[in-house]
């Protein structure tokens, strides 16, 4: 986890350190435990296939939280995550790299929340963008 980050420590274009995740066919079933998601895409191969995927998929809600990740340990621990939203454009399969990164877009003060926007992207590792996202980070101000 990040030191704390200021929010006039950053600006538009900023990118935000990647993570790098490599999702096992034993991750997505434990995924498909904790998160109640039991669709057979996730770990049964034969099915995924019958209905015309090229074998398993990642859940769509894992993605996510790698991008979620990529902020959060960005924000450092006084940050709040206060808006997250994703959009799935390609499936990924389990033992691919996916490269989760992300760039400051915005910085702003609304009210007394000094806020920064960021873009955020997965991409896989014949380097195709799978899901986008957006991010609102409320950050501590220096000036209090």
Not at 60 to 75: C, E, F
Not at 84 to 96: E, Q
Not at 133 to 144: E, I, N, Q, Y
Request: charged share 20%; glycine share 10%; aromatic share 8%.
């Amino acid at each position: 986890m990040s030191e704390n980050l200021f929010w006039e420590d950053v600006a538009a274009g900023q990118e935000l350190p990647s993570l790098v995740k490599q999702p096992s066919k034993r991750q997505l079933v434990k995924y498909a435990g904790a998160s109640g998601d039991f669709y057979e895409v996730h770990y049964d191969k034969d099915f995924a296939v019958e209905i015309g995927l090229p074998g398993l998929i990642v859940h769509g809600a894992l993605k996510n939280a790698y991008l979620a990740q990529v902020v959060t340990d960005w924000m450092g621990p006084d940050g709040v995550l206060k808006k997250l939203s994703v959009k799935y454009r390609g499936t990924d399969i389990p033992d691919d790299a996916l490269t989760c990164s992300g760039r400051v877009t915005k910085t702003y003060v609304d009210g007394d929340l000094h806020q920064v926007d960021c873009a955020l992207s997965l991409t896989n590792g014949s380097g195709e963008q799978t899901t986008t996202g957006t991010a609102t980070v409320v950050l501590p101000s220096r000036s209090g």
